[in-house]
Nanobody, 122 residues
Framework: QVQLVESGGGSVQAGGSLRLSCAAS????????MGWFRQVPGKEREFVAAISRTSRTYSSDSVKGRFTISRDNAKNTMYLQMNSLKPADTAVYYC????????????????WGRGTQVTVST
């Protein structure tokens, strides 16, 4: 089992940057595929980016070229560097860990954090 805690959210103006972190408990962080999802009220939780155990990365078309996912297994931490933020990026961002499965599929993930709010204003 792994516990996940997100941090780094906040309010920023359009065009700005934020870096989210996801700290994981336990010694098996390196064995999990990791992902970031986001959700706004009334909508489905949507895939943002993922990174495999071997650090292969995936991202949604809506964030490609602006967001970068990375992981530091020595620190049991995953990151999401978000640049050129837009108001449409406003959401609660969740990190998640998967034992196996397709990286972009929400149901592949076994453990979830509680989320961190990101608000982008014009």
């Amino acid at each position: 089992q792994v516990q996940l805690v997100e941090s780094g959210g906040g309010s920023v103006q359009a065009g700005g940057s934020l870096r989210l972190s996801c700290a994981a408990s336990g010694r098996t962080f390196s064995t999990y595929g990791m992902g970031w999802f986001r959700q706004v009220p009334g909508k489905e939780r949507e895939f943002v980016a993922a990174i495999s155990r071997t650090s292969r990365t995936y991202s949604s078309d809506s964030v490609k070229g602006r967001f970068t996912i990375s992981r530091d297994n020595a620190k049991n931490t995953m990151y999401l560097q978000m640049n050129s933020l837009k108001p449409a990026d406003t959401a609660v961002y969740y990190c998640a860990a998967a034992v196996r499965g397709a990286p972009g599929v929400r149901d592949s993930y076994d453990f979830w954090g509680r989320g961190t709010q990101v608000t982008v204003s014009t």
